[in-house]
């Protein structure tokens, strides 16, 4: 395969930007002698010897404006690398220089170097958004190519230079635009940059992917492929990428990464062949393609398992039959899992279907044997006013919006432009894929791929994020689903003590009496054990978080991440806490009695940790 590559390698090695070019340089603080040492003696340079191109590298504005003005030299003059001093104003990010000579007359679009590149290729190479906003508001043409017909954007994509390619494709550029060579920045992304942001980015401003280069017919599958770039495979592969398309050479992308020995990216196409049916049984194919059965299927499968397990205990606990039956129960369980859960998909729904399944199984019990036994008037009201508050909090933090932030196309590309433009473009506090400025306190949500204003978890319990829509839903859900696991326990006891008469001494002699006595009430009261550490477990430290810490479990967990958990002391601490009370009332949204009033903070506007000036009090 080496003369895949002969197109495109010396787009790699351009050698146009060295020695003092490469890099941004300050005053000098000690001169440079002719070995390469720093002399140990500091001498002052003289900057009145130096001509306008080393004034321009170092950024001495008084030199270059005698140069210009009083000694007549002209700004559009060459340099004997045939480089203007447009060019190193560029590369060197000298604004205020830069600003000079194009009063003066410097030709904005000036090719030199030896790939014969424009002042504004050599600013995006490096990455300096301020310096290319002003060259682009001068009418420096972002695609212009260089000797080897690489346009601005393809410079920034080669040299992974996020903000730069945001905002020229937001200025206007085509995002699938071809290169003299044929590939497009999705390609370039794919084989060069092994991160998965700029990748992701492209993809969201809709980059094609199937798109093949011109002369080898490669798509950007391929060329991750080739590169071994195991970042992007999955994203390329989730983002439509055909494993099965051919180049010149009649080569997929899995031909390839089979003939590289690539074994991890081998693994990631074998699973998605396997969610597009191969290897299944052939009138499984069709039914594994589609959504709704897959949904019906994944959640009802948590059903037929808890359902099946107790109709088993109750019916032949005492059998031979008992432990094959299970085993069938487990092998139906585990095909099902391997014929309907799709890996790429967005997350299994089993979880949710099993925490519906306990739920009804639990309830029928409830409804069908303890009322019979628990009928203390107190006892019951309890247990409908725990329901009533159950279900109203799971549907409300299952079903409500949590807090995903919205963004049409062009208000995207509108927010990246003011950004850059006003020098306040951080990608730190931006989403590559949902091209957002991202609220303080929110983040991206990998299984529900949006960014989600105070983000907490996602939870698959509830099918949803836990965000600013529905965290005060999931905590009361929290709460009145220990209420019920608490109070199927209390009836456990009351039926148990009732229905099965005095119990034997000694805790393995209790369970196999209540075993015996009822197979199927028990099986419901080990998962109610079971569910009652976790859920109380979560439910406590919640309000550990929320109303001590005044924390979301994503800051507690990741506050080493987020500078502004750490004080000017270097000590971690949470800027949104205000006291116990206070935390409880702005949770809660509501007054306590008038003592402590909540702040009114609008999450998906609130960029940063000085809630001061947006607050309101109610």
Not at 108 to 130: F, S, Y
Not at 146 to 157: K, N, Q, R, T
Not at 217 to 226: E, G, I, P
Request: glycine letters at 6%; charged letters at 15%; one cysteine or more.
């Amino acid at each position: 395969m080496a003369d895949v590559f002969d197109g495109v390698q010396a787009s790699f090695d351009k050698t146009e930007m060295k020695g003092s070019a490469m890099e941004s340089k300050p005053y000098p603080t000690q001169p440079e002698n002719p070995y390469g040492q720093y002399s140990p003696t500091y001498h002052q340079p003289d900057y009145s010897q130096f001509d306008l191109v080393r004034a321009t590298q170092y950024g001495i504005f008084d030199r270059c404006l005698e140069l210009v003005d009083k000694e007549g030299v002209d700004v559009n003059t060459l340099d004997k690398e045939n480089v203007s001093a447009l060019h190193w104003a560029a590369i060197n990010n000298r604004i205020r220089i830069a600003e000079y000579f194009v009063s003066k007359g410097a030709v904005v679009d000036q090719k030199g170097g030896i790939l014969n590149a424009t002042p504004l290729h050599w600013a995006v190479r490096q990455g300096h958004l301020e310096m290319i906003v002003f060259l682009m508001k001068h009418g420096a043409d972002p695609s212009s190519l260089d000797i080897e017909g690489c346009s601005c954007l393809h410079v920034a994509v080669q040299h992974s230079q996020m903000g730069a390619v945001a905002y020229l494709i937001s200025k206007g550029m085509d995002v699938d635009q071809l290169d003299r060579n044929g590939m497009s920045p999705l390609m370039w992304a794919a084989y060069r940059c092994f991160g998965l942001e700029l990748t992701r980015m492209l993809l969201t401003m809709n980059a094609s992917v199937p798109l093949a280069d011109k002369f080898h017919k490669n798509t950007a599958l391929h060329w991750a492929v080739m590169s071994n770039n195991h970042n992007v495979i999955r994203i390329l592969l989730k983002a439509g990428a055909s494993m099965d398309a051919l180049n010149a050479e009649g080569q997929s992308a899995y031909d390839l990464a089979t003939q590289k020995k690539s074994k991890w990216i081998v693994v990631q196409m074998d699973l998605l062949a396997r969610d597009k049916g191969e290897g299944k049984p052939a009138f499984l194919q069709s039914l594994t393609k589609d959504k709704t059965v897959l949904r019906y299927v994944q959640i009802g499968l948590p059903f037929f398992v808890i359902f099946a397990i107790g109709a088993i205990l109750e019916y032949s606990a005492s059998s031979l039959m008992s432990l094959p039956l299970m085993v069938a129960v487990g092998i139906i369980a585990y095909y099902t899992m391997q014929w309907f859960t799709l890996i790429y998909s967005s997350g299994s729904l089993v979880v949710f279907g099993w925490t519906l399944a306990t739920k009804a199984y639990l309830y029928y019990n409830i409804l069908t044997v303890y009322l019979n036994y628990v009928n203390t008037p107190f006892i019951l009201a309890s247990f409908f006013v725990n329901t009533v508050g159950l279900y109203y909090c799971f549907y409300k933090a299952w079903k409500t919006d949590p807090g995903y932030l919205h963004a049409t196309s062009a208000e995207q590309r509108k927010t990246i432009i003011e950004l850059v433009e006003k020098n306040s473009f951080d990608f730190t506090k931006f989403c590559s894929t949902c091209l957002l400025r991202k609220p303080i306190r929110s983040k991206h949500c990998s299984v529900c791929d949006r960014c989600v204003a105070k983000f907490d978890h996602h939870c698959p319990w509830v099918e949803n994020c836990v965000g600013v829509g529905n965290h005060l839903y999931f905590f009361w859900y929290l709460f009145f689903l220990f209420g019920m696991i608490l109070w199927y326990i209390y009836g456990g006891v009351v039926y148990y003590v009732m229905a099965c008469g005095p119990y034997p001494e000694g805790v393995w002699n209790a369970i196999t009496h209540s075993l015996r006595c009822a197979p199927w009430i028990t099986w419901g009261f080990a998962n109610a054990l079971f569910h009652v550490m976790w859920v109380g477990a979560l439910f406590f430290c919640q309000c550990y978080q929320i109303f001590w810490l005044g924390m979301t479990t994503n800051e507690r967990l990741n506050m080493s991440r987020y500078p502004h958990f750490t004080d000017n002391n270097g000590i971690q601490m949470t800027p949104f806490s205000r006291s116990l009370l206070g935390n409880i009332a702005d949770f809660m949204n509501m007054s306590l009695c008038g003592l402590v009033r909540p702040f009114q903070v609008d999450w998906y506007r609130q960029y940063d940790s000085n809630l001061a000036r947006t607050q309101k009090t109610v």
